[in-house]
């Protein structure tokens, strides 16, 4: 199969279970797919994750629909971590990169 430019084969794609804990290539059964890498917990990310998860699947992630934004938590050590991440209401065997809608 050919990518476009800046494309990522789901296989490659980094997608989980519901809890974020259980990872698998986005080309095997998931509901959470990863828009962004763990990083250090800031103020705002919330709002930033929103606007992430929306660039990644070219959708309006503030409207209805089968797709929300999820952020991840975890403790890294003495760092409190978080994800941004999409979350579908029901099992997904493909990436939801520019999926539009």
Not at 62 to 67: K, N, Q, V, Y
Request: glycine content about 8%; overall charge negative; proline content about 4%.
């Amino acid at each position: 199969m050919a990518l476009i430019s800046g494309q990522v084969n789901a296989s490659l794609r980094v997608c989980a279970d519901v809890t974020g804990n259980i990872l698998t290539p986005c080309s095997q059964p998931h509901r959470v797919e990863f828009v962004g890498d763990w990083l250090d917990t800031k103020a705002g990310f919330s709002d930033r994750c929103v606007e992430m998860a929306s660039s990644y699947t070219g959708r309006d992630m503030d409207a209805p629909g089968d797709l929300k934004v999820v952020v991840l938590r975890r403790q890294a050590g003495a760092q409190p971590q978080e994800a941004c991440s999409v979350m579908s209401d029901s099992s997904r065997m493909s990436s939801v990169f520019h999926i539009g809608g």
